[in-house]
C-alpha cells in the first residue's frame, strides 16, 4: 500500500467548444508549454521503495480503484471537472491517511469548495453562477494553501458559487508539500512506463486531455479506437487510477456519474488503450475541424505531472 502522498497530474490538448444532444460538461484549461515549464520539476524517479521509485520489474497490473471514491457527477452544465478531480484524489489520501477506515465514499470532499474559489478569483460569473474553465493547478493551489472541506459539510451544486470565502478557515487536509512537475518524457512510450511506476507506487494521476468522441461514447466500459469523425473536443480533467498490461489499457475514473450517466462506461470508470491514451493525451493529439488528426509535438508531457508530496495531510485527516 502506498507509504506517502504524492500526487501527480498531467494534462495536453487545445480546448474546443462542443455542443451535443447527449454531451457531458468538461471545464479543463490547459496551461500552455511555457507555462508548464517554470513549474518545479520533480526529481527523475530512483530506484528504491515506497513514492516515486523505479522498480526493476513493475508489475503488469495494478490498480487503485478499490482505494478511490466512486465516480461523482459534475453535472451536465458544469465545467467543474479540474475541482472533481483533485477533491476525488483527496479523498483518496485522507482515506490512506485514515488507516483505511469506513469507506472512501466516507471521505469525499468538496468540489464546491475550491471551484467556486476559481470563478469568484477569475471574476467569471454569469447571472449568479460558477461558470468557470479553471486550471487544475489552480484548484491544486487552493487545496493545498486553504485545504479542503468534506462533501458533507459544502455539498455540491452545480454551477452554483458558494460562500467559499466564509468557509477558509474550516478548511483541512492541506498538503505539506508544493506541488512539482514531472520532467517531460521523450515519447509515448516512456511516458506511460513513468505511469505505471507511479501508479503502481499508489499515486493515481489526474490527467487533462481533449474529450473526443470516443472517450463520450465507450462500448462496454472500454475505448480501444479512436473515432475521427468531426466532432468537436474539450479540455477535460480525470484521475488514472490503474493499469493493465494483459489487456493494455489504463483505469480512468471520470466526474461524469456512473454507468447510467455516462452511458458505455463501467460505473464511471473506463479502461483506455495504451494506444488511444498514448496518442490523444501523451501524443499530443490535435484534430482539425475536418477530423483529420496530427501529432503536434514530440516532447512528452502528458506525464510531467504536478506532485505535491504528503498530499493527505499533515495529522489533519
Known sequence: MPDDGSIQVAWRGVSATAIHAQEQSTGLQFLDRKQYELIPKAKEPVTGTGYGATREIIPDSFTLENYMPTAQNQGLTSNACAAFAVTSNKAYRVFIAS?????????????????????????IIQNGQCVVTSFISDELDFLSEIGSLPLAEMPYRPNVCEDWQGRLTEGRNNSSAPYTALPSAPNASLALKMMKNLIAGGNPIIVGFNACKEFRYPVHGYITKIDRSDFPCKGHAVLVVGYDDQIKAVRILNSWGDGT?????????????????????????????????????????????????RYAADGNS
Open 99 to 123: 488507516g483505511q477506515k469506513g469507506s472512501p465514499n466516507d471521505y469525499l470532499q468538496s468540489p464546491g469548495f475550491p471551484y467556486s474559489a476559481a470563478c469568484q478569483r477569475r471574476a
Open 261 to 309: 450517466q455516462w452511458k458505455g462506461s463501467d460505473k464511471g470508470k473506463v479502461w483506455m488503450s495504451y494506444d488511444v491514451f498514448s496518442r490523444t493525451v501523451c501524443g499530443g493529439l490535435h484534430r482539425s475541424r475536418a477530423g483529420s488528426s496530427h501529432i503536434v509535438s514530440r516532447i512528452i508531457y502528458c506525464i510531467g505531472s504536478l506532485a505535491s508530496s
